[in-house]
């Protein structure tokens, strides 16, 4: 599905702004005073697997909210945004009583945003960073936690057809959280269950647009609205897809 929502009236592939040794004006090689910027080159170009990034989290979980509050980090916000644009759009609902799991929940900003639109609910957090998952603890969201990673082709000790909503804020990439980790997610939701994802636009863009569109052909879910975010909207500079999608 194409995104409903071109916020900016551009097109998806204006909103990468990449080249080999370019991500969303964040250039290779380059050095910032900014430590914002510089905390964000460092994840793009200098982790590439899942255990790298967890342990970069891991050693920057305490800066971890006033970076992100630096880059004007609304993800959160965004994500739950395209959960109720499509629930005005097609005036369906999701429970606000579901039980739910936040995949990569960090310090529970994700968590705040969802109580925020309404789910009372409980909710569990996979977060492979304890450092990360500690400060979460704090805010009194979370009920279960699941101190694991999603790896492509593995699977985590989470139920399967748990839960009625699994959301993801700014967890999937080409890094660490790969698109065929996407099944491993499909496999917590109950049947009818809800997913609801929000990332970078080029990795969407570059490879997780087409695998969903195959997870869709092979009958397993049916993506149910995609908004895509200018740049600044989700991050300084950044653009943004996000989509809500339902198990089959
Ligand atoms: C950008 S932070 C987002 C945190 C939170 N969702 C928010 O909105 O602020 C990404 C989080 O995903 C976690 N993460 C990274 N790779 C992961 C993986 N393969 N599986 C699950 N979580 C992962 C990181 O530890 C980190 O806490």
């Given at each position: 599905m194409e995104p409903e929502q071109l916020v900016s009236g551009i097109s998806p592939r204006d909103?990468?702004?990449?080249?080999a040794d370019q991500k969303n004006g964040c250039h290779k090689g380059e050095t910032s005073t900014d430590p914002s910027k510089e905390w964000l080159h460092n994840l793009w170009w200098q982790v590439s697997d899942a255990q790298e990034e967890t342990d970069y989290y891991d050693r920057t979980a305490e800066d971890y909210e006033s970076v992100t509050n630096q880059l004007n980090w609304r993800a959160p916000q965004l994500c739950m945004k395209t959960i109720t644009n499509w629930e005005q759009k097609s005036g369906g609902a999701i429970p606000r009583h579901s039980v739910a799991i936040d995949i990569g929940?960090?310090?529970?900003l994700s968590g705040v945003a969802l109580r925020d639109i309404g789910f009372t609910g409980p909710v569990d957090a996979l977060e492979p960073s304890a450092n990360m998952f500690a400060l979460a603890k704090q805010?009194?969201?979370?009920?279960?936690?699941?101190?694991e990673m999603l790896v492509e082709g593995e699977e985590t000790t989470v139920p399967g057809d748990m839960y009625d909503l699994a959301f993801s804020v700014g967890v999937f990439s080409d890094?660490?959280?790969?698109?065929?980790s996407m099944s491993e997610v499909l496999r917590m939701v109950k049947k009818g269950g809800y997913i609801s994802v929000i990332m970078v636009a080029r990795h969407w863009l570059d490879e997780f647009r087409d695998h969903i569109a195959l997870m869709e052909a092979e009958g397993l879910v049916k993506t149910l609205h995609v908004d895509m975010f200018d740049a600044d909207?989700?991050?300084?500079e950044v653009a943004a897809v996000a989509f809500v999608m339902k198990k089959l």
């Open positions: 909103l990468t702004n990449q080249s929940a960090g310090t529970g805010k009194n969201i979370y009920r279960d936690w699941y101190g890094r660490s959280a790969k698109k065929g909207m989700y991050m300084r």
